[in-house]
């Protein structure tokens, strides 16, 4: 009997199959929807981790008692679960502020303004979007506010803020921008009211709030912003408290040195002119992984990132201690001292101690899923 021959029922019934898991990521989904109808009924946030823990554990289990790796199963349902957020997304969401006035987003227009805008639009709050306080409408937007987002580009935060007309006195004064100690020292300055430091740490093409890190920095009258604080919690995503000094010295080397070292190692690829495509066919998963991460940052805005390598003094020290440390290390190499270059390894590694072995962990499931979508 020839392949084929042989092949076509077996493939007949795969598609039948196939067809069945449709029909039930379909009805998954539906049933997604009506989670999520309740979950706003209920003031309930779209993303409930320990829910997830357990399910995800009991069905790895379930698994692989059938002989399915655990593995598949997981990765099957995390895919199902990222698409529930993106449903749920555009579902109600509870009022934490029923009384509130008008919320007004200054830089509405933009990306995260716009997000915010529209999920304040699904929590039901009136509101509003201001380009920028000189407006000729200001006074009239700004007017009855209980809430005043500042969403605007790095470089103008604090220029926004301190142009901003008198605000009601209970209005919550709050801006989103990615460097915490100025704008908040400017808001305090400008209005005698609540006052609260955000930063999402995602951009606006994120499908929901769900799994996501907001950083909040208190600035005056805690409570009086605690309302939004839970409504970000029920849109999903996660609220880390930190002072705006531990924000910016942390972002200092999440999003600067990052930043800068992709931005120099871009340059340095673009100056070698080596061919991209060749590179790329010579590249394992990870290697390619890596390629992406750098390529990733080219195809956004050079404005945003320029505002936030040199959003301060500080993050240029910290950039000038990366370059001395990097001189270190090539002198080491230099050297041809392999001795050395291994105890500096040994070291560097007990600094990450468990988290080591956990990332190599994480990166392998991410490698995986990477090579299985190139």
Not at 305 to 316: F, G, K, Q, R
Not at 350 to 373: I, V
């Amino acid at each position: 009997m020839e392949p084929e021959s042989e092949l076509a029922p077996l493939r007949e019934q795969i598609d039948d199959v196939d067809q069945a898991v449709l029909d039930l990521l379909a009805r998954r989904l539906q049933l997604v929807a009506q989670v999520g109808e309740i979950k706003g009924r209920h003031g309930l946030p779209i993303y409930a981790p320990e829910r997830e823990r357990v399910m995800i554990g009991a069905r790895r289990a379930q698994a692989e008692a059938r002989g399915v790796p655990g593995d598949l199963i997981e990765d099957i349902l995390r895919r199902c679960m990222r698409e529930a957020y993106a449903h749920e997304k555009n579902m109600g969401f509870t009022q934490q502020a029923p009384d509130l006035g008008p919320a007004v987003v200054v830089g509405g227009a933009g990306g995260m303004g716009a997000m915010w805008v529209r999920m304040l639009g699904l929590s039901g709050y009136q509101v509003r979007v201001l380009d920028l306080p000189q407006s000729h409408r200001s006074a009239e937007l700004l007017d009855g506010a209980g809430l005043v987002v500042i969403a605007v580009p790095i470089h103008d935060t604090v220029e926004v803020i301190e142009a901003l007309p008198p605000l009601p006195q209970d209005c919550l004064l709050v801006d989103l921008t990615s460097v915490k100690t100025a704008p908040l020292e400017a808001m305090l300055r400008v209005h005698p009211g609540p006052v609260l430091g955000l930063h999402p740490m995602f951009g606006p093409d994120v499908d929901s709030f769900a799994k996501q890190v907001v950083a909040c920095c208190a600035g005056r009258d805690a409570e009086a912003s605690a309302w939004l604080v839970e409504q970000i919690r029920l849109w999903g995503a996660r609220v880390h408290e930190v002072s705006a000094e531990d924000h910016d010295a942390a972002m200092g080397l999440i999003q600067v040195l990052r930043h800068f070292s992709t931005f120099a190692y871009g340059s340095h690829l673009a100056h070698e002119d080596r061919g991209l495509a060749d590179l790329l066919a010579l590249s394992s998963p990870i290697y390619r992984l890596e390629l992406v991460m750098v390529g990733r940052l080219f195809a956004q805005s050079p404005d945003l990132y320029y505002d936030i390598i040199t959003a301060s003094s500080a993050s240029l020290e910290l950039i000038e201690r990366y370059h001395e440390r990097f001189g270190q290390a090539l002198q080491l190499v230099r050297r041809g001292d392999r001795e050395e270059f291994l105890r500096e390894f040994a070291t560097i590694g007990e600094w990450f101690g468990s988290y080591a072995q956990r990332f190599l962990d994480e990166s392998t499931s991410l490698l995986a899923h990477a090579d299985a979508t190139r």
